[in-house]
Antibody, heavy 119, light 109 residues
Framework: QVQLVQSGAEVKKPGASVNISCKAS????????IHWVRQVPGQGLEWVGI????????TYSQKFHGRVTLTRDTSTSTVYMELSSLRYEDTAVYYC????????????WGQGTLVTVSS | EIVLTQSPGTLSLSPGETATLSCRAS???????FAWYQQKPGQAPRLLIY???SRAAGIPDRFVGSGSGTDFTLTISRLEPADFAVYYC??????????FGQGTKLEIK
């Protein structure tokens, strides 16, 4: 069955970087895009960026441009999200989610990774 | 960037009733690229409806999506206890830019 399994919770200091992984299984990794969406506690969903695993191309939300980097390892079907220069307001649950190419909706989601930014 | 505004913010209904959730876009949305999600506390969102009116796998026909242009609706009939959750609309506006509404909380009255 399709699964997106994310790495565990992280606690980071302001200014630091965090790296979260999303391991895909149960489908052909290169057939789907992988997105990252974040949710500040008690708030709504916010799109962060997208990676095309087959070629590694990326696009980021303007809000995060310059601070976020998405990469992938096709040998392990894993996507990584690095967010740098962390601020208190980056405290959120970060989800990876799958999109069948050019359908523009997310049919499977990871379980979420809580990133807490605290001094 | 297209902004999605959901209403009401909170909807209080009883099991067995029908819920009508609205999502209004600031500009015309391509209905092919419009979706609805359900999120329960502590869980990831779950896809309910895609392309405005197509149900995702395993979603019962009590969930009906409709709309076009700037106005979209999710109707949930014969509410069951498991339906009480937060619902988000989502659209793709090119660039690429994916945006979500702020959510409607469906709570038990």
């Amino acid at each position: 069955q399709v699964q997106l399994v994310q790495s565990g919770a992280e606690v980071k200091k302001p200014g630091a970087s965090v790296n979260i992984s999303c391991k895909a299984s149960g489908y052909t990794f290169t057939t789907y895009y992988i997105h990252w969406v974040r949710q500040v506690p008690g708030q709504g969903l916010e799109w962060v960026g997208i990676i095309t695993p087959s070629v590694g191309s990326t696009t980021y939300s303007q809000k995060f441009h310059g601070r976020v980097t998405l990469t992938r390892d096709t040998s392990t079907s894993t996507v990584y999200m690095e967010l740098s220069s962390l601020r208190y307001e980056d405290t959120a649950v970060y989800y990876c989610a799958r999109e069948l190419k050019a359908t523009c909706y997310f049919d499977y989601w990871g379980q979420g990774t809580l990133v807490t930014v605290s001094s | 960037e297209i902004v999605l505004t959901q209403s009401p913010g909170t909807l209080s209904l009883s099991p067995g009733e029908t819920a009508t959730l609205s999502c209004r876009a600031s500009q015309t949305v391509n209905s092919i690229f419009f979706a609805w999600y359900q999120q329960k506390p502590g869980q990831a969102p779950r896809l309910l409806i895609y392309s405005t009116s197509s149900r995702a796998a395993g979603i019962p026909d009590r969930f009906v999506g409709s709309g076009s242009g700037t106005d979209f609706t999710l109707t949930i009939s014969r509410l069951e206890p498991a339906d009480f959750a937060v619902y988000y609309c989502q659209q793709y506006g090119g660039s690429p830019v994916y945006t979500f509404g702020q959510g409607t909380k469906l709570e038990i009255k």
